[in-house]
């Protein structure tokens, strides 16, 4: 079992920055695959980035790719996505995931474990 919390949303300007962070607990954390995620009014939920269990490799979805970077520190079970450039289309309720397959992957599905999710608002 996997319990993820999200903190660190909040409402900024365009341009601005945000760093989130996933807390997470359970023993099998360091080999998970963990992944942000992130759903806007009436959309849905889409797929940010994803890093590898040892960090050591990173994904992102081509709309936030050169401007978001995830890093994780399994000594404190945490994962974090810094958010830089943010644009107005930023805006949405952001979730951390971990995967419990051991595969690398941005698919929705193959995520058993969500945070609540911590809402981002970008204004222009």
């Known amino acids: 079992q996997v319990l993820l919390v999200e903190s660190g949303g909040g409402s900024v300007q365009a341009g601005g920055s945000l760093r989130l962070s996933c807390a997470a607990s359970?023993?099998?954390?360091?080999?998970?695959?963990m992944g942000w995620f992130r759903q806007a009014p009436g959309k849905e939920r889409e797929f940010v980035g994803i890093?590898?269990?040892?960090?050591?490799?990173?994904s992102y979805a081509d709309s936030v790719k050169g401007r978001f970077t995830i890093s994780r520190d399994n000594a404190k079970n945490m994962v974090y996505l810094q958010m830089n450039s943010l644009k107005p289309e930023d805006t949405a309720i952001y979730y951390c995931?971990?995967?419990?397959?051991?595969?690398?992957?941005?698919?929705?599905?193959?995520?058993?474990?969500w945070g609540q999710g911590t809402q981002v608002t970008v204004s222009s």
């Open positions: 995931a971990a995967g419990s397959s051991g595969r690398y992957s941005i698919h929705l599905s193959d995520y058993n474990y």
């Open positions: 359970g023993r099998t954390f360091s080999r998970s695959t």
């Open positions: 890093i590898s269990g040892t960090g050591g490799t990173t």
